[in-house]
């Protein structure tokens, strides 16, 4: 056991951890970025009943049940919610 004289004291700088300093930061990481597929909504077919905006794991249907293209992930459960076949998923070519 080394005597606590004996160790050298040093200055370590640590980040912090498991802290949120920027609450909201969220916002900036477009995760739209990383999508393959992407969702198409028909207009015509949309009866506005909310399962798009409900079921979207990523907060990525507006409450006006507009897709936020810098956001959806392209998972396509929007897609496959739609009970009225209102929603497509189309090749990204981004
Ligand atoms: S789930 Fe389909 S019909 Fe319902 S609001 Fe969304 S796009 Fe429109
Ligand atoms: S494809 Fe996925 S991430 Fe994009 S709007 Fe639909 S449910 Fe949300």
Redesign the pocket.
């Given at each position: 056991m080394v005597k606590k004289s004996k160790l050298k004291k040093t200055k370590l700088a640590f980040n912090v951890g498991a802290t949120i300093t920027d609450p909201g930061n969220s916002i900036n990481n477009k995760t739209g970025s990383w999508r393959t597929l992407k969702p198409v909504?028909?207009p015509k077919?949309?009866?506005?009943?909310?399962?798009?905006?409900m079921?979207c794991p990523d907060m990525a249907?507006t409450e006006k049940?507009e897709i936020i293209y810098d956001y959806c992930k392209g998972c396509g459960i929007?897609a496959r919610?739609?009970?009225?076949?209102?929603?497509h998923m189309e090749k990204d070519d981004k």
């Open positions: 909504k028909n077919k949309c009866t506005n009943c909310s399962f798009c905006w079921f249907v049940f929007c919610a739609c009970p009225f076949g209102a929603i």
